[in-house]
Each structure stands twice: as C-alpha cells, then as structure tokens.
C-alpha cells in the first residue's frame, strides 16, 4: 500500500470514529482500533514518533472505552454522560503535561524526532482527551478542539495535507461532539437509571 493510500485509509477510519463517538455510539471504539492501527504506520513513515507511540497507547485507551462505554449503555445504545470533578480535571492536566515534558526531553535527545517537545506535548495531551472521553466527560471535546487545531499546523509541516485537512475537518466534529455531549449531559436520565452509580 502506498504512503498515499494508506493516510487516505487512515483518514477515513478516523472520520467516521470520530462522528461515531460524537454520536454516542459503541461501533466508534472498533472503528478507532482501526484506525490507529493505520496512523500508526503512517507516521512512522514521518517520523513523528511520539504520534506513533501515542497510536499505540489510544489502542489501549480505546479497549478501555470500549469496555467501559459497554458496562454503560442505555437500551438505546447511547451512552450517558458524567460531569469531571474539579480535582480530577486538575490532576489529569498535571500529569498530562508532566508526561508532555518528559517525552519531549526523551524524544529531543535520544531520537531525530522532527518536532519533539510539540509532538510529544500534543500526544499528552491527546491521550488526556482520550481518557476523558473513555470516562463520558465533556471536557474532552474542549481538549480535542484546541490539539486538533495545532495539530493542523503540525501536519502542514510536515507535508502531511491530507491529514493536515482530516485534523480541521475533526475540529468540526468535535464542535458537532462537544454541543452533543453537552445536550446530552443536561438531558434527564432514564427512569430506571436514575439510581445507577456514576462510574
């Protein structure tokens, strides 16, 4: 498969996550194993490592949502959101950027990392968005808005147009999510879940 084929591939794949997820939808956790798995091979070829290595870590963070989203699925198969404590939120942006710094430094100097401390603080940040997205919090969205937006710097770059114009096109769909998620959070809960513990 040529390098073009496959960030169209790519593209596609995590096009149609992202609206899935957006929509609340289980099918959006296979489809995005699908899809890291294909920009994981893509940048590599680019050379951006720390997006490589974050690939491999949204598998995992994606086998968690999926799990987790399936313990919680309303008859519709949608799912219900949870608000993000304060300390929470507070804590996972510490260690997100503790976790940006310290790839940063590894990818600077041990590797010929294009962009190392920008990719490997997008990719913290990333993952960050990625667990709160698992847990149903809107605030993923907001982080996603914001990487997605430098990542289209990013990628322009490096030559990448295709995923350069997939990451604006995701700062789209994350907008759609965002005001999604929000209706949804604000909408009274069904009746026999009123009770459910929130997880």
Known sequence: MSSAVLEWTAAIFSVAGVWLMARRLLLAWPVGLVSVALYGLVFAEARLYSDTLLQVAFAAFLA?????WRRHAQQDGQIRIVPLARHHLLR????????????????????????????????????????????????????????????????????????????LFFIGLAVMGLRAWTAARQAPPPVAQQSSPIA
């Open 64 to 68: 968690y949502g999926w799990m987790n």
């Open 92 to 167: 996972d942006v510490a260690v997100a950027v503790t976790g940006g710094v310290a790839l940063g430094a590894v990818m600077h100097f041990l590797t010929d990392a294009a962009l190392p401390w920008l990719d490997a603080m997008l990719a913290a940040l990333s993952l960050m968005a990625q667990w709160w997205q698992a847990r149903r919090h809107v605030a993923a969205w907001w982080v996603w808005i914001l990487v997605d937006a430098v990542y289209v710097g990013t990628y322009l770059v490096k030559s990448l147009h295709v995923t350069a114009a997939l990451y």
